[in-house]
């Protein structure tokens, strides 16, 4: 999605060690006008997918699933990151293994709000390591329910996340893959 | 807004101890709809008002920010909620007292996306004891901005949080509330 890429070119910040900060528009300070861009470009790419449910995962997937939500006419569930309550038999959970931050964390929704029939798209901002959209998948699969595809904003492509999730036989669909980035040269995409 | 209020009489659960749970529409499973129609009543309610960005809090003030700003055509601010990371000198930080969790947080907005000129909503989804909204506020007035106001989408009107905004000077806008609210008589509106 070029209007992303030139986004990311103007305004991304890259930091030592692979990380890339879009503070200044994705997920800190969050431009509206470029979400609805990204949200009608994730309706483009799953045309003709029958979606019954958006899953995101707090706390920056919200504003991409909300905005987006809108072009699919279905409403948005957001996982939580819980360290503490898991109530049993209320809530479907999944563990993810954070290597940015380096701990592992509980994401759970509430098994009223994910049902067997639901045909469900996974949006997220960032995908590097894949962990999370594998803990969000689980929570689809151990309610019954079918991961339609997943949508990511910005594919961290020399990472393994985008491999993994799509020898799963998942519909992966991201708006730029970053094939390379250093401070120097600053990003090359796929 | 009696969309609103028609939707927490039939969606909402009164549980003890003056729990509200909106978790179906509002806060966990979001109603996009309802959010756009939410989004409109802000703007209705700040017609006339110069705002230059909205801010919010993590988590569930995301998705009501996020519609609301299609409105405003302004961008969208939320700020962290963090228990280690104070970066000195490049954020704003304040600490805010959940009653309701019974601990204290930290709550942070970097200095570069708050800017004195910034003339600021605020948007959350609930007010009770008022302090997440007194924390905000305090991040717009340690940037030198203006809080033009804050729009709340339901007030427990018998805490003390309205009051204490109202009695600062701040256009506060609520859309919803609550008098008195019993699992037996159910919700009670002002």
Do not use: W
Request: aromatic share 6%; with cysteine.
């Amino acid at each position: 999605m070029q209007l992303l890429k030139d986004r990311i070119n103007k305004d991304g910040k890259i930091k030592e060690g692979n990380v890339l900060k879009v503070d200044s528009f994705l997920n800190h300070q969050i431009d509206i006008e470029l979400l609805e861009e990204i949200g009608k470009e994730f309706k483009r790419r799953f045309e003709g997918e029958e979606i019954t449910k958006i899953l995101t995962i707090e706390a920056s997937g919200i504003a991409i699933a909300c905005i987006a939500a809108k072009y699919f006419n279905v409403p948005v569930l957001f996982a939580k990151k819980s360290k503490t309550k898991n109530i049993a038999g209320e809530v479907y959970t999944s563990k993810v293994e954070s290597f940015t931050h380096g701990k592992v964390y509980d994401i759970m929704v509430s098994k009223e709000f994910l049902l067997k029939e639901d045909k469900v798209l996974i949006l997220d901002d960032f995908l590097a390591n894949g962990q999370a959209l594998l803990g969000l998948s689980k929570l689809v699969e151990d309610a019954g329910a079918t991961v339609v595809g997943a949508g990511i904003v910005i594919e961290k492509g020399f990472q393994v996340g985008g491999e993994l999730i799509r020898k799963q036989g998942i519909h992966l669909e991201s708006l730029a893959i970053i094939e390379k980035m250093s401070v120097e040269d600053g990003v090359t995409y796929r």
